[in-house]
């Protein structure tokens, strides 16, 4: 079964220090991955994603995000935070089911930021 | 740029009732979906169409229904309200090329619902 595993609900982090947040997935098929922010109160806001090629993928705000086939990993970087990207991130697997396009999201990491 | 807008922002339904939560893109994308996003548990998709007069159900379709009679427009109706309903819903559209699934999905402002 497709699946997405987010395994750190809650994260803090000081104001200027690196971030790493962890995706893990299942997919059967060579997987299309994104990862998605959510401020509060708002919608969501694709960061990055990888399609194929490069492992290593550049988003907007800073972040990036590295894909190991190996591992079935696809973790977002940032090397250092700032206040404003406290909020909500979102790791999907872009899915086919019936040929049609699906995302599967996992359960989310809050990310909280100190200053 | 208008994107997704969807509307009400917020409601507050009593069981039993019904209502339908509005979706509407302006980028003439093909695929539009409706998600519920709770706590713990990520967003999961309810009911999904691929163009007008078409859709089909998501991971969590039971209590929902969908039409897509114009591109633009794809409403989710709630036919009787039930507290397990209680969510944040949200729309989400992209393009269709060659029906794979490697287009992001742009996404409205969500609308928080609450069943008493």
């Known amino acids: 079964a497709q699946s997405v595993t987010q395994p750190d609900i809650h994260i803090t982090v000081s104001e200027g220090a690196s971030l790493e947040l962890r995706c893990n997935y299942s997919?059967?098929?060579?997987?299309?991955l994104f990862w998605y922010v959510q401020s509060p109160g708002q919608g969501l806001q694709l960061l990055l994603k990888?399609?194929?090629?490069?492992?290593l993928v550049q988003g907007i705000k800073g972040f990036e995000a590295e894909f190991k086939r190996s591992q079935s990993s696809f973790n977002l970087r940032k090397p250092s935070v700032h206040w404003s990207d406290a909020a909500e991130y979102f790791c999907?697997?872009?899915?086919?089911?019936?040929?049609?396009?699906?995302?599967?999201f996992g359960a989310g990491t809050r990310l909280a930021v100190h200053p | 740029n208008a994107g997704v807008t969807q509307t009400p922002k917020f409601q507050v339904l009593k069981t039993g009732q019904s209502m339908t939560l509005q979706c509407a893109q302006d980028?003439?994308?093909?695929?539009m979906s409706w998600y519920r996003q709770d706590p713990g548990m990520g967003l999961r998709l309810i009911h999904y169409?691929?163009?007008?007069?078409?859709?089909d159900q998501g991971e969590v379709p039971n209590g929902y229904n969908v039409s897509r009679s114009t591109t633009e427009d794809f409403p989710l109706r709630l036919l009787s309200a039930a507290p397990s309903q209680t969510s944040v819903y949200f729309c989400?559209?992209?393009?269709?090329?060659?029906?794979?699934?490697?287009?992001?999905?742009?996404f409205g402002d969500g609308t928080r619902l609450s069943i008493l």
């Open positions: 989400a559209s992209s393009s269709l090329r060659q029906g794979v699934s490697n287009q992001p999905q742009h």
């Open positions: 169409s691929v163009g007008a007069g078409i859709t």
């Open positions: 980028m003439n994308h093909e695929y």
């Open positions: 997919y059967g098929a060579t997987p299309y």
């Open positions: 999907a697997v872009g899915a086919n089911s019936g040929g049609y396009n699906k995302l599967i």
């Open positions: 990888y399609f194929s090629g490069d492992t």
